[in-house]
């Protein structure tokens, strides 16, 4: 999910940029939870207790993302406490999240390949770019940081892995048969099964609550400028991740339907608790395009309803699984000339 490239990007540009103001009637009661560096993709373990997340957090002695967790209902006893350690410290990390027991989280991870940092991409076409490292695999470490399996051995990029509601199913983005697509597995991970199949980056993916259903964000070259260029970046690592919208199918890869044709990027897409909408992360709105926002939309692709006015960078949002509480990332409450994307929690209403 790349969430480093992202926000190195953005906030650099969004440094000078002027906070927005206005009602967020969905939020009450909003509790920053981390304070400095980039910190994401925090997500919900079963019992809603806890959170894992990604940072580059310099105060915590981080060179690239490393995944923690962190136990909500406290939060950190000073702004620059380090939460408990779940990663190596080794390569770099992505997409965390609590497996159903509680006692262990998954995460991608390159540290295999190299104990230092992967290189940052270079310049390619004035383009913005993500980089899609080949050596990340997916593993599950116990909560003290103790690695005790690697789920995923494919070549290629294995990463952005999230689990079903019912405990029974892992989704996650390779590209072992050459391009980015979905595939499913049991929570073991066996039983690898491809889900999508259309040339274009399928990624960020997340189950329904019952566990029947998919959301994900997609881009879909078209032409065949567009078509070469995808390719061509894919094999140099990289992919473009400006034009996107949001699609579902059902766990079987079936019903595939584009939810969103807003154009621009539309990402970070998560199922709200009853099922019937999809909260996502957008930019369709702005001249800036840096400028993303919190939205939400029906299954059908109609109702949409700006959700986020209070800063300029809003991603990752996930709901609790009592659908009480919605957690996600913004650059709210930033000093003058601060960078930092910091992790929020809300009451939700609905």
Same mark, same amino acid.
């Given at each position: 999910?790349?969430?480093?490239?992202?926000?190195?990007?953005?906030?650099?540009?969004?440094?000078?940029?002027?906070?927005?103001? &206005?009602?967020?009637?969905?939020?009450?009661?909003?509790?920053?939870?981390?304070?400095?560096g980039?910190?994401?993709?925090?997500?919900?373990?079963f019992?809603?207790?806890?959170?894992?997340?990604?940072?580059?957090?310099?105060?915590?002695g981080?060179?690239? #993302?490393?995944?923690?967790?962190?136990?909500?209902?406290?939060?950190?006893?000073?702004?620059?406490?380090r939460?408990?350690?779940?990663?190596?410290?080794k390569?770099?990390?992505?997409?965390?999240?609590?497996? /159903?027991? &509680?006692?262990?989280?998954?995460?991608?991870?390159?540290?295999?390949?190299?104990?230092?940092c992967?290189?940052?991409?270079?310049?390619y076409?004035?383009?913005?770019?993500?980089?899609?490292?080949?050596?990340?695999d997916?593993?599950?470490s116990?909560?003290?940081?103790?690695?005790?399996?690697?789920?995923?051995?494919?070549?290629?990029?294995?990463?952005?892995?999230?689990?079903?509601?019912k405990?029974?199913?892992?989704?996650?983005?390779?590209?072992?048969? &050459?391009?980015? #697509?979905?595939?499913?597995?049991?929570?073991?991970?066996?039983?690898?099964?491809?889900?999508?199949?259309?040339? &274009?980056?399928?990624?960020?993916?997340?189950?329904? /609550?019952?566990?029947?259903?998919?959301v994900?964000?997609?881009?879909?070259?078209?032409? #065949?400028?567009?078509?070469?260029?995808?390719?061509?970046?894919?094999?140099?690592?990289?992919?473009? /991740?400006?034009?996107?919208?949001?699609?579902?199918?059902?766990?079987?890869?079936?019903?595939?339907?584009?939810?969103?044709?807003?154009?621009?990027?539309?990402?970070?897409p998560?199922?709200?608790?009853?099922?019937?909408?999809?909260?996502?992360?957008?930019?369709?709105?702005?001249?800036?395009?840096?400028?993303?926002?919190?939205y939400?939309?029906?299954?059908?692709?109609t109702?949409?309803?700006?959700v986020?006015?209070?800063?300029?960078?809003?991603?990752?949002?996930?709901?609790?699984?009592?659908?009480?509480?919605?957690?996600?990332?913004?650059?709210?409450?930033?000093?003058?000339?601060?960078?930092?994307?910091?992790?929020?929690?809300?009451?939700?209403?609905?």
């Amino acid at each position: 999910m790349r969430i480093n490239y992202l926000l190195t990007s953005l906030l650099l540009i969004a440094t000078a940029a002027l906070a927005q103001t &206005g009602d967020e009637k969905h939020l009450t009661n909003v509790k920053q939870l981390t304070f400095g560096g980039d910190n994401a993709e925090a997500y919900f373990s079963f019992d809603s207790k806890y959170v894992s997340f990604q940072s580059n957090n310099p105060k915590w002695g981080l060179q690239c #993302d490393q995944i923690f967790y962190l136990d909500v209902t406290k939060g950190l006893k000073n702004p620059d406490e380090r939460p408990q350690f779940i990663s190596t410290g080794k390569g770099r990390t992505t997409c965390s999240y609590f497996m /159903p027991d &509680g006692k262990h989280i998954l995460f991608g991870s390159t540290h295999l390949a190299n104990d230092s940092c992967p290189p940052p991409i270079k310049p390619y076409l004035n383009k913005y770019l993500w980089a899609v490292y080949d050596t990340y695999d997916i593993f599950v470490s116990d909560l003290k940081g103790k690695v005790v399996k690697q789920l995923t051995t494919e070549k290629g990029y294995d990463a952005e892995a999230t689990i079903s509601p019912k405990g029974d199913k892992i989704v996650f983005t390779s590209t072992r048969n &050459g391009d980015l #697509d979905l595939y499913i597995m049991d929570i073991d991970g066996k039983n690898v099964k491809q889900i999508t199949n259309q040339l &274009g980056y399928d990624g960020g993916a997340f189950f329904s /609550p019952d566990g029947k259903k998919l959301v994900f964000r997609s881009s879909r070259p078209k032409t #065949d400028e567009e078509i070469a260029e995808y390719k061509k970046l894919l094999s140099m690592g990289l992919v473009a /991740p400006t034009d996107m919208e949001i699609y579902t199918c059902n766990v079987d890869g079936s019903d595939l339907r584009q939810i969103t044709k807003l154009g621009k990027a539309n990402w970070a897409p998560y199922f709200t608790p009853k099922g019937d909408k999809i909260i996502f992360s957008s930019n369709h709105h702005s001249q800036r395009g840096y400028d993303f926002q919190l939205y939400l939309i029906n299954l059908d692709g109609t109702g949409l309803e700006r959700v986020t006015n209070n800063s300029i960078f809003n991603a990752f949002p996930m709901f609790s699984y009592d659908g009480k509480k919605l957690i996600f990332s913004s650059n709210r409450n930033n000093a003058p000339g601060s960078r930092d994307t910091n992790l929020y929690i809300a009451d939700w209403v609905d």
